[in-house]
């Protein structure tokens, strides 16, 4: 059965940075699109970040280009999240998915699985 294991959610006060990774396992990692995804308290999860499995193309939600970088070792299966300049808005679960393509999990499809979760709050 695939795994995708978040960690490095926590507490982090406006204006600072996080690094989530991803590991995963039973999973062709190298040869999978991988996604970022977030659901904060009373709404909708909601795209973050997708890269696909060669590292030639990622995308990012408006609200966090410039600020979050995504990326992956696939010599260690692991995706990570970059997240810097957060603010309370970033607020939320943090989700890793695998994904059928990286430009279809910008548009919420094609999500095969999903991790449990890590919890981002941003907060003075």
């Known amino acids: 059965q695939v795994q995708l294991v978040e960690s490095g959610g926590g507490l982090v006060q406006p204006g600072g940075s996080l690094r989530l990774s991803c590991a995963a396992s039973r999973l062709t990692f190298s040869t999978y699109n991988m996604a970022w995804f977030r659901q904060a308290p009373g709404k909708e999860r909601e795209f973050v970040a997708a890269i696909d499995w060669s590292h030639s193309n990622t995308y990012y939600a408006d609200s966090v280009k410039g600020r979050f970088t995504i990326s992956r070792d696939n010599a260690k299966n692991t995706m990570y999240l970059q997240m810097n300049s957060l603010n309370p808005e970033d607020t939320a679960v943090y989700y890793c998915?695998?994904?059928?393509?990286?430009?279809?999990?910008?548009?919420?499809?094609?999500?095969?699985?999903w991790g449990q979760g890590t919890q981002v709050t941003v907060s003075s």
């Open positions: 998915a695998a994904v059928a393509t990286a430009r279809g999990a910008a548009q919420g499809k094609g999500i095969d699985y």
